[in-house]
């Protein structure tokens, strides 16, 4: 059967444009899309893809795979990275410099994300890990929203902060109220705790054969400057009244990976009544 002048040029000006087609959308997509195009990164630097590029990732069954270990609630537009540590001081990847996103989430994950790959973090915006030196771990950056909006991608790797730093006081002295409650205090000494930290505590007392147990919290700052606390405690089962307490404090840290530090200390406390008005 042969073909008209005019089929066989519409058929041909088809083909090019399906192939122009396919080698556009096939070119839009980053060199790593997939773990097998992930680029290495280093310490002390900033990566960045365009939002064009963002746009144009893809999501594959690798992606659900690692989810599965992860629990996001989507994978989309996924980019990969690798880092190879130094040491075992660990690394921080820190995208909060990223637009466009309504939810930017990273995996750490060790071993090859195609076959045996274990998530070892998975977070928004921001995650890490204490590394093993000479391992190398791959980095998967997503949209952690179902058809969520995506932008420029800008995260930094850097070093896990160090732990934090705890020490605490209670004075051996306290005040007893009317109302049967006590104020303790004492001395609070932080640094490295970002994220959040305070005290915590609890206060008994014996009174004939009865034992009066209370517990506290106080939030005072944590800025690496001795800072001093006080706290109201509040017994469940009686009430306090002047004499002698025992009392067991913990001083806590957390940095932003949510490492946490923590300080003891066991004090007798003489209870006083407050000055009448």
Known sequence: MRKSPRLTLALAVSALLFAGSAMTATAAVPINDVPGGAVATTLGNTYTLAAADVTDATTDAIDAAMNAQCGA??????????????????????????????????????????????????????????????????????????????????????????????????????????????????????????????????????????????????YPLCDGTTQTWDAIVFSDNGLFAGGKSANISVGFACNVMYDCTEAYTEQTIKLSRAAKK
């Open 73 to 218: 609630p989507a994978t989309e537009h996924s980019v990969w990275y690798t880092f190879t540590g130094t040491d075992d001081s660990g690394f921080l990847v820190d995208g909060s410099a990223s637009t466009g996103f309504a939810e930017l989430g990273f995996m750490i994950i060790e071993g090859d994300p195609t076959s045996t790959g274990t998530v070892l973090a998975c977070s928004p915006w921001m995650t890490g890990i204490h590394a093993t030196a000479g391992t190398t771990y791959y980095i998967m950056a997503f949209s952690a929203v179902p058809g969520g909006s995506v932008g420029e991608l800008s995260f930094t790797v850097s070093p896990m902060p160090p732990l934090p730093t705890v020490s605490l006081t209670v004075n051996p002295r306290g005040t007893v109220y009317k109302d049967g409650t006590a104020k303790i205090g004492g001395t609070y000494l932080c640094s490295g705790g970002e994220e959040f930290g305070g005290i915590s505590g609890s206060l008994m007392q014996r009174v004939g054969r009865m034992k009066i147990n209370g517990y506290f919290e106080a």
